[in-house]
C-alpha cells in the first residue's frame, strides 16, 4: 500500500507561482512512475506532468515550459514547480504512483488562478 499526502495549493493571481509537493509512504524507488494529474469542473481527469523512476519526464502541452516535475529520492517526494499560471490551470490537482502491483492516488489539493 502506497500513500500519498500532497500540499502547495492555494489562490494565486496570473503570473504567480506554486510548488506541489507529493510525498509517498514507501521508498520511490519501488515506483515506476509518479506524476500529476488535474480535474477541472466539468472536465475530465488530464496528465499534467509525470516522471519515471530513470527521471524521464514528460509533460502535456499546455504547461510545457511553464511547469517543472522533479524529484528527492532521499525524500520521497515528487514536485512540481509551476510557474506563469494562468486562470485554465485552476483545478484540483492530483499525485498519483504507478507501483508494479498497483496504482494510488493523492488526495487532491486545489490550485485556484484568478485573472
Known amino acids: 500500500q502506497v500513500q500519498l499526502v500532497e500540499s502547495g495549493g492555494g489562490l494565486v493571481q496570473a503570473g504567480g507561482s506554486l510548488r506541489l509537493s507529493c510525498a509517498a509512504s514507501?521508498?520511490?524507488?519501488?515506483?515506476?512512475?509518479m506524476g500529476w494529474y488535474r480535474q477541472a469542473p466539468g472536465k475530465q481527469r488530464e496528465l499534467v506532468a509525470a516522471?519515471?523512476?530513470?527521471?524521464?519526464?514528460n509533460y502535456e502541452d499546455s504547461v510545457k515550459g511553464r511547469f517543472t516535475i522533479s524529484r528527492d529520492n532521499a525524500k520521497n517526494t515528487v514536485y512540481l514547480q509551476m510557474n506563469s499560471l494562468k486562470p485554465e490551470d485552476t483545478a484540483v490537482y492530483y499525485c498519483?504512483?504507478?507501483?508494479?502491483?498497483?496504482?494510488?492516488w493523492g488526495q487532491g489539493t486545489q490550485v485556484t488562478v484568478s485573472s
Open positions: 498519483y504512483a504507478e507501483a508494479p502491483w498497483s496504482f494510488y
Open positions: 514507501v521508498n520511490i524507488f519501488s515506483i515506476n512512475a
Open positions: 516522471i519515471s523512476s530513470g527521471g524521464s519526464t
